[in-house]
């Protein structure tokens, strides 16, 4: 995977370079990771807490997919706006006012409950479960999409791929998604301090990964109802679209980006 390091897959080089402007005393940074699925992004972000508490640095990790909207109200999104809504992660299935809060608290170093979400059982965990911070140094904020920008109106007229031409034939849902990244998202990605991208050689290796990830979780979980390689194949194409469009962005708005082979080793 990526150059080995003495704490994790990720090289020490990278952790110490994100690290380097946070200090205690300072006012508490958040610092943004994004990567499409499979680019390591989780992996970085309990790593990057790791080497903040080696150097008695208060570092705690927010995702995106922790921010999802509960089963009961995606079905509703799905019922009254388009059925694709069912499925969380595109833009538009995500708590946005809930995630800047906790950024809000964390800057006025206030104790704040961090969400988290169950995806086996697809619901918000109860806040009683929700682990508390208080005094942060650093908060890690990773997701699939993070940074990324709407598309223009006029890209979204053509499906992408077989899941928009044939489940989405009028547009509706891709103009959702669209819409809501335009008017939700910019005020969380306003208030990170610094991005990282994690970028791939492009969206065709992201089925590829994703398989891999789903590999890895059901022989964690035997009894765990996973997909199959034709569900997963169909599963990335929610994020094709939001995913290339991020591939086209990020690299000029991430304050940092490290490029990825195939193989996930670190190129540049």
Avoid at 6 to 14: C, I, N, R, V, Y
Avoid at 98 to 113: D, I, N, P, Y
Avoid at 128 to 150: H, I, N, Q, R, Y
Avoid at 190 to 199: C, E, G, N, P, Y
Wanted: hydrophobic residues 45%; negative net charge; charged residues 25%.
């Amino acid at each position: 995977m990526h150059d080995a390091s003495s704490a994790g897959p990720w090289p020490d080089t990278l952790v110490a370079a994100l690290l380097a402007d946070v200090r205690q005393g300072d006012p508490p940074r958040v610092l943004g990771i994004s990567g499409l699925q499979g680019t390591g992004k989780s992996t970085l972000a309990t790593q990057l807490v790791a080497a903040a508490d080696a150097r008695d640095l208060r570092a705690a990790v927010l995702s995106l997919d922790d921010l999802y909207l509960d089963h009961d109200l995606r079905a509703a999104l799905a019922r009254e706006v388009h059925p694709l809504l069912a499925t969380r992660g595109p833009p538009g299935t995500h708590e946005v006012a809930l995630g800047l809060s906790v950024f809000e608290a964390v800057r006025a170093g206030h104790a704040v409950r961090l969400p988290r979400f169950d995806k086996l059982g697809d619901r918000c965990l109860p806040r009683s479960a929700w682990p508390t911070v208080d005094g942060l140094d650093l908060l890690v904020f990773e997701g699939w999409c993070v940074g990324a920008t709407a598309e223009a109106p006029s890209a979204l007229e053509a499906p992408l791929n077989t899941l928009e031409r044939d489940e989405d034939a009028d547009g509706r849902w891709r103009r959702h998604c669209n819409d809501t990244l335009a008017r939700d998202y910019p005020a969380l990605w306003a208030a990170i301090d610094r991005l990282l991208f994690l970028q791939p050689p492009g969206f065709d290796i992201v089925p590829e990964w994703r398989w891999q990830q789903e590999q890895a979780l059901q022989a964690a979980e035997p009894g765990r109802r996973g997909m199959d390689r034709a569900q997963v194949a169909r599963f990335v194409q929610h994020y094709e679209r939001v995913s290339r469009q991020a591939l086209r962005v990020l690299p000029a708005r991430a304050d940092m980006v490290v490029t990825l082979d195939a193989q996930r080793r670190i190129v540049d």
